[in-house]
């Protein structure tokens, strides 16, 4: 049975991180969902690469944001000069302190 994890679990059915779809045993994925540790998740038909539903199944990539910042615009390059702040200048030390 395919699971989504709640949260990261560890047991005889090996490492699962939270919300990575596995595949794991009947008996044992029922004990997880029933535990509130995971949910059931929608298989995905051999050779199509969709769910059994016919939505396209959610890969590795589906989930990465976009890129550039919250708007959407690209993002400064943080070597450039104006992107930087400006470098700070140190004073000198006060006439009367002693020298080291």
């Known amino acids: 049975m395919r699971i989504k994890p709640l949260r990261s ?20 994925a029922e004990r997880l969902i029933k535990g509130g540790l995971a949910i059931a998740w929608p ?16 890969g590795p990539l589906a989930a990465t944001p976009p890129a550039g910042g919250r708007t959407g615009a690209a993002r400064p390059s943080s ?13 000198p030390p006060p006439a009367d302190a002693p020298a080291s």
């Open 9 to 28: 679990i560890a047991g005889a059915y090996g490492r699962l991180q939270r919300n990575r779809p596995a595949v794991i045993d009947d008996l044992t």
């Open 79 to 91: 070597s450039s000069a104006p992107g930087r702040a400006p470098r700070k200048r140190r004073s």
């Open 43 to 58: 298989e995905v038909e051999a050779g199509t690469g969709t769910e059994a539903g016919g939505r396209p199944a959610a």
